[in-house]
């Protein structure tokens, strides 16, 4: 029961000396260093009249000094330069920009799903379902989406606007536990996925609730995705890296994993958890079975959680390289491991970026955690609906004989087959230039070519106070609209230097953005050239 | 840049004396303490093999100690109740649960505004409006529908799928600060608004920024809504609570923020933030504009950031108390003072709860600040579109002599009006009654009953180790099948029971909820009157 007096009368000077010692707080925002911004700690101020309460001095300095580079300096000069083409069209070298900083495809033009879409737009307006018109309906729906419709309304309460359970639609989760079970040929539980805002938000609630301490240490591959980075620096923890190995197709190094986690631990670092990206963003890599089970065992062995960031699950490119997932390694070990393992609609063919739809599954994990994340979720009341359904369409697509299965399959076709062109085209030409080579794409939507800057160049940026990764991109976008992101804002091997590109724009266009691009380079070369 | 081998190497043990100390802690969760759960802090555990790593012991202890009672026990038991009725009906004293636990007025088959849902559904099914089917489109949807549709996607790139500006589209921000200017007679400046996922998510984020530290404390009302207290809980900040002052309708003491401020000042506390729910929640009450103006001039002087939570500023059902902004009341007397004020989707008469749709409007606040709320806002990506659109015909519904005026307008009447009687008529039923007093709703959609429980009630509760109203609520719950949340959960004057109910149930069913309730209160108070 509450009690004001009481418990204003009681309290004391809280200051944590840790926070306030700037040496205690560098050696746990190594996540920080990879973008190169350093966390200072925030002032006790009390403004005189007039002044702001709310400044850069004094707000949460763990949110001051978090980065995320795909919506950083470069999209956000691009932003601006797509600005001045709409009001002074002509004003600059090229006539748009071509936005690779980002894996948002339909922003590119991939077309929806359509049965998804047809779906989701009748939940949307339900009236068309009723008497007075549904016969008007069928002309424009088929009679799957419609069924499809009806069925899952009829398990919102009639309406995708009201609060689902916190966790999601019961009857979404019993879809994607089924969907998993198909995948992986092990079971999978309903009540052990959470539906989430995006992959992103379930990342974050798991990584929140990790965290128990500033001692924690979360291991991270480098490079990364810098959602990882960015959460661990707001939550004052430490990103612990490992390292891929770009020279095996970014396969993960036990011996890797073994040196880095023995050094944190003998640094008193609480390590309690390892996050793997599989497919890999930025790198596009696929890991294969065997280094899988080797992670698991790795993690058994040494009591770590596994986060297993899947996403990319279906964005599958070679024979050699298909997608396993580590729920099923880890139910072929018979393992105990404690795993989370991450998916979204925002990436596939699906590309529902804008819906903000995703879950986690959640296998192994203590009954009362489970608990625990129940009452979390609640606090944000519940999943959007739209991002839910479409998830729903996403697991449980049209089956043989249904209206729309053949389009659905062609439309999921179409662009797998252009996105997998798209990506060797784009390999082949960053490999046929001086100074760059570039693996190929196993899966995702990226590719993170290798550039040898020329040592000028380096020592340019290095005067200029910029990273030169950084340096080199901007001076691509200025030049010809391309906007990636640099490798320093994912991490990378020390003296290395990259960036990451999606392939996705689109197909018609995509031999001019490839020319636009070898043009800027071997400008860039040969100007250096000289110099050197 | 970023270098592993030195970050690493650089590491040491770095243990938060503070946060191992639960003395310490006990001080700063005074949120806690509202809703009975001490937090006490995660051990370092490093498990045995075949021992889990994430267990309620090593997880992170401020969520541990979060408690958000309006999806909490009760709620909880609600949906094991509606199972029972689902597998076994007639096995209970009733025949449905009746959800007064949370304002979800879709869930109880309040009627989504046509206008809205029929744009969203044609942006979903955006080829609804390609030529070879625009002709039958028309027979179902209205033309300004179709334009709405039409405009809007062209500047969504033509999809809902793709990851929109992180504040939130563009255009949508414009018609956003229209709305406000339009409502205060003030300039509001798009750049200044950003969309989120519902107005918790927009409370959440401006409580990480002005948390910097465990020392910051944030002044909130007290009874609150608990998306409050559970936020600094999970910050590990302090709820700084105020007393609402039932006897007057719910207005804020000015005494009592001064009282409450200079306590918590002298004990150490760095207060930085009012916040204040207006139209409140849960006690419907709305604040008048000199109180209003009293607030802002405190605020002012005493250097605190207001945080306005203005939800319900369309739930008025009073001419003595309309709803006045905390941005009209800070333009008019030409404060400085720091404001964020939330809206969202989820309540008025639009009642879109699924959709997860906010914003806030930041007014006062430091140009880098907001440069920083941009990079947080970047992290999550952007705000799911679904609930952009929503809040977009919100703000700007059709216009007089639009096709779909008048229905727009009747619909949100019809809603309003059932609204206000229900509102009314449940106050009545409730003063009506033995022990329980209630001042009428002003605002919102809920009402904050007194109960008087009798003393032998009280003591068996607290043997039990329950609070009195919880266990008063949970005993209503299993005689009617009303699921309420009970005051304990907001807060509430010490020595004092109350409970929070909704007034939403629908109105032809809203006789047999009141006299349910009736009949369970007099029971109850028959029962312990004999037992005084």
Redesign the interface.
């Known amino acids: 029961?509450?009690?004001?007096?009481t418990?204003?009368?009681?309290?004391?000077?809280?200051?944590?000396?840790?926070?306030?010692n700037p040496a205690?707080n560098?050696?746990?925002t190594?996540a920080t260093?990879?973008?190169?911004t350093k966390s200072t700690?925030?002032a006790?101020v009390?403004?005189n009249?007039?002044?702001?309460?709310?400044?850069?001095e004094?707000?949460?300095?763990n949110?001051?000094a978090?980065?995320?580079a795909?919506?950083?300096a470069i999209p956000i000069r691009a932003e601006a330069l797509k600005e001045q083409l709409k009001s002074h069209p002509g004003s600059l070298l090229f006539k748009q920009i071509t936005a690779c900083n980002?894996g948002?495809?339909?922003?590119l033009?991939q077309k929806?799903i359509?049965f998804l879409?047809?779906v989701?737009?009748?939940m949307?307006?339900?009236?068309?379902l009723s008497p007075g018109?549904i016969e008007?309906?069928r002309?424009?729906?088929p009679e799957d989406a419609i069924e499809r419709a009806r069925h899952n309304l009829s398990f919102?309460?009639?309406?995708?606007?009201?609060?689902?359970h916190?966790l999601g639609i019961f009857e979404v989760r019993q879809n994607v536990a089924r969907f998993i079970e198909q995948r992986d040929g092990f079971p999978a539980n309903p009540n052990n996925i959470c539906l989430t805002?995006?992959a992103?938000?379930a990342v974050e609630r798991v990584l929140?609730?990790?965290?128990?301490?500033?001692?924690v240490g979360i291991m991270i591959p480098?490079p990364q995705y810098p959602?990882y980075t960015?959460?661990l620096t707001?939550l004052n923890a430490?990103a612990?890296?490992y390292?891929l190995q770009e020279e095996k197709d970014w396969q993960l190094s036990q011996a890797d994993l073994e040196r880095?986690l023995s050094?944190?631990r003998a640094?008193?670092?609480?390590v309690?958890?390892l996050v793997v990206i599989n497919p890999g963003n930025p790198t596009g890599g696929c890991l294969l079975e065997s280094n899988i089970a080797e992670i698991v065992r790795f993690c058994?062995?040494n009591?770590?959680?596994i986060l297993a960031d899947e996403v990319y699950q279906s964005n599958i490119y070679t024979g050699t390289n298909p997608f396993v997932s580590f729920k099923k390694v880890v139910m072929q070990l018979g393992s105990?491991v404690?795993l989370f393992s991450f998916h979204s609609i925002s990436k596939g063919m699906i590309?529902?970026?804008?819906?903000?739809g995703g879950y986690y599954e959640a296998v192994?994990?203590?009954e009362?955690?489970m608990g625990?994340l129940l009452?979390?979720a609640?606090?944000?009341?519940?999943?959007?609906?739209?991002?839910q359904m479409a998830i729903d369409v996403m697991v449980n697509p049209p089956k043989v004989g249904d209206p729309s299965h053949a389009q659905y399959e062609q439309e999921m076709d179409l662009i797998y087959q252009s996105m997998k062109r798209r990506a060797k085209k784009l390999a082949i030409a960053f490999n046929s230039l001086p100074n760059m080579s570039c693996n190929d794409a196993q899966g995702a939507m990226y590719l993170f070519p290798n550039i040898e800057l020329p040592k000028a160049f380096v020592e340019e940026a290095e005067a200029k106070g910029q990273?030169p990764d950084s340096l080199y991109c901007m001076q691509m976008l200025e030049a010809t609209g391309i906007s990636v992101v640099p490798g320093?804002g994912f991490?990378?091997y020390?003296g290395t230097f990259h960036f990451r590109s999606t392939f996705l724009p689109q197909e018609d266009l995509f031999d001019d953005f490839i020319d636009g691009f070898k043009r800027f380079h071997l400008g860039f070369m040969q100007q250096y050239s000289t110099k050197n």
């Open positions: 029961m509450f009690s004001l007096l418990a204003t009368r009681t309290a004391a000077v809280a200051v944590c000396p840790a926070v306030r205690f560098g050696i746990r190594l260093s990879i973008v190169a700690h925030a006790k009390t403004p009249a007039g002044e702001k309460v709310l400044t850069l004094t707000m949460n300095p949110l001051r978090m980065e995320y795909v919506r950083g980002i948002n495809p339909q922003q033009m929806p359509t879409r047809q989701t737009a009748l949307e307006y339900s009236d068309l018109m008007t309906t002309k424009l729906f919102v309460g009639g309406t995708p606007g009201a609060y689902t916190s805002t995006g992103s938000g929140d609730m990790l965290v128990s301490d500033p001692s480098i959602l960015a959460s707001r430490h612990v890296p390292y880095s050094e944190s640094n008193g670092i609480d309690r958890a058994e062995r009591n770590l959680v105990s404690e590309g529902e970026c804008g819906r903000r192994n994990i203590d009362q955690v625990q009452k979390v609640s606090v944000s009341l519940c999943p959007n609906v739209s991002g990273a320093s991490g990378q020390p």
